[in-house]
């Protein structure tokens, strides 16, 4: 989910800042007041395509920023990138210059704009006339599919079992390649084996040389301080221990004729105890340590060879018992080379037919529900005023490999309007149709998809009306209760359904065109809907009807 959108110097957006919540929020306006700059800002943060031309003029660069919700998966994605990857929230965000060049930060880190457009992928899904349709994106069908027929479990295995496969098959090819240089190979093995045997440390060897070696460093410091710790605790004329024992005697004086004073003294007599405690630590620890030059000298050479060790194997100091067991592993199947490979041969053959019938029972419940998708999806459509639309799911069956989406590619074909053929629904040029058909896809699947995405539809109200919209925004709602949508609407009845209403205008500032964006609510917002009703010139039956859309969208919650 968005929390926060902040946009500098984006065309006519000089400034704006928008606190987002979950559930549906709509952007009304007249043409060219801005609307959809919103779309165009988070397409950005989204890894879309940036341009030069979006840079306000005068300014030397725009900038946009974000703060959304970071699940699992949206970490693991920040995590394969080396980026910081602990937080709840993910701040991402995007400059361009006048001149065309970029940068992207998440979590005010440098990031490629193919991390972002991969993070984008998980947080953000955005449908309009200028945005790339996520139906059409590889594997978003299956995932739909997969969705819509429950099969979570079965993809979830397939992806597991592929991977395993994937592994099983390497290790299959890595030995057999090892054949050409085996006898090297073992000489090699032999001799990092030896070196890690004598010289690998212990798990906690390298911190307890570290701590032995700066404790014979300053060795004359330690006893130093120790000796005169002991001075002023107990030795030296009015010490700490002198002091209390004159302390400890005005308190037994006053104890013996006030009874009440009796804590103080045995307070005062703990403290002496604990004096004569710390003073035997001080004594201890100066005569503990004593400059050892042949010691030193040893420590710092076992230091370096395990340095050296470092940096050969490119691993901590604890890692390098775990890679010498990888090694001795490794002579081991070269040792014994033949049964090693023979096994090897096994144990891919049983990962294949795990894999075989993982995406066996994934293709069996695809097959079933596809026809059952296609059908739904046609409902919802007839529903968005597009009763004469078709649609399938068209699956195709692929090579065997360890595929982790399984053995059969899927695609969307799509018929807006009869007497035309199905196409996949990258070639259906309408942003109007494609934004409900990608609002179809979604309500029919609904509750079964992975929520906690931003929504965003541009043209979804594109040649609608009446019931038609209204039917259009009661989905839209539907679908904000498992992920937050952002919708761009000249509709009323759309507007009416939305739990949060920002409006942009076009306003002047110094001489210039800005846009402005402000939030709406009670009269402000009966007011706007009635515009979009009416137009410019709002009559008292346009307000009405506004108060009555509100009225009746706030009975739904």
């Not at 294949?352 to 993982?358: L, N, P, V």
């Not at 995406?359 to 695809?366: C, E, G, H, T």
């Not at 360890?402 to 695609?411: D, F, N, Y």
Request: with cysteine; hydrophobic share 40%.
């Amino acid at each position: 989910m968005l929390s926060r959108l902040t946009v500098r110097n984006l065309a006519i957006v000089e400034d704006l800042e928008l606190d987002l919540s979950p559930g549906l929020t709509v952007v009304t306006g007249e043409t060219g007041a801005g609307k959809s700059l919103l779309v165009d800002a988070v397409q950005l943060l989204a890894g879309g395509r940036g341009s030069a031309d979006l840079v306000r003029p005068g300014a030397e660069r725009l900038s946009v920023s974000g703060e959304f919700a970071a699940d699992g998966a949206a970490r693991a994605i920040l995590e394969e990138a080396g980026l910081p990857a602990a937080s709840s929230t993910i701040l991402v965000r995007r400059e361009l210059a006048g001149d065309g060049r970029g940068r992207a930060f998440i979590e005010d880190e440098p990031a490629t704009v193919r991390t972002l457009a991969r993070l984008g992928e998980r947080l953000v899904a955005i449908q309009g006339q200028n945005s790339e349709l996520e139906l059409a994106q590889r594997g978003a069908a299956l995932e739909l599919l997969d969705a819509f027929a429950g099969a979570e479990k079965e993809r979830e295995e397939t992806a597991q079992s592929a991977a395993a496969w994937s592994a099983a098959s390497e290790a299959v090819s890595a030995l057999e390649e090892s054949r050409r240089n085996r006898g090297a190979r073992l000489e090699e093995l032999d001799y990092q084996i030896r070196e890690l045997e004598e010289a690998a440390p212990g798990a906690s060897e390298e911190g307890d040389l570290c701590a032995e070696r700066d404790r014979l460093v300053h060795a004359d410091r330690i006893r130093r301080a120790g000796e005169v710790a002991l001075s002023a605790l107990l030795e030296a004329e009015g010490s700490a221990a002198d002091r209390l024992g004159e302390t400890e005697r005005a308190f037994a004086e006053l104890a013996s004729i006030d009874p009440r004073e009796q804590p103080n003294l045995d307070e005062t007599r703990e403290i002496k105890r604990r004096i004569s405690e710390l003073a035997a630590a001080a004594r201890d620890g100066a005569a503990r340590v004593e400059s050892d030059p042949e010691r030193l000298n040893a420590i710092e050479h076992r230091m370096e060879k395990i340095g050296r060790l470092k940096r050969k194997h490119g691993l901590s100091a604890a890692d390098l018992p775990g890679l010498l067991e990888r090694l001795k592993a490794e002579r081991e199947e070269l040792a014994n080379f033949e049964d090693a490979l023979e096994r090897r041969r096994r144990e891919e053959e049983s990962a294949r037919g795990r894999y075989r019938q993982a995406a066996k029972a994934l293709s069996s419940k695809r097959a079933a529900a596809a026809p059952r998708f296609s059908a739904a999806i046609e409902k919802e459509l007839k529903a968005l005023a597009m009763e004469k639309a078709r649609f399938q799911v068209s699956l195709a069956a692929l090579e065997e490999g360890p595929r982790s989406a399984g053995l059969e590619a899927a695609t969307f074909l799509f018929a807006p309007n009869p007497g035309e053929p199905e196409k996949p629904v990258e070639k259906i040029a309408s942003g109007g149709e494609l934004s409900r058909l990608d609002l179809a896809v979604r309500s029919a699947a609904a509750g079964r998809m992975r929520g906690g995405r931003t929504l965003i539809f541009d043209e979804v109200d594109a040649g609608i009306g009446g019931r038609t919209a209204e039917v259009v925004g009661k989905k839209l709602r539907l679908l904000a209760r498992h992920d937050q949508v952002l919708c761009v609407t000249h509709v009323p009845q759309i507007a009416a359904l939305a739990h949060r209403h920002f409006r942009a205008d076009k306003a002047l500032r110094g001489g210039r065109t800005v846009a402005v964006v402000t939030e709406l609510s009670g009269k402000e917002r009966v007011r706007e809907i009635a515009r979009m009703l009416a137009g410019e010139k709002v009559p008292d039956t346009a307000l009405k009807h506004a108060q009555v859309l509100l009225d009746e969208a706030g009975k739904g919650n």
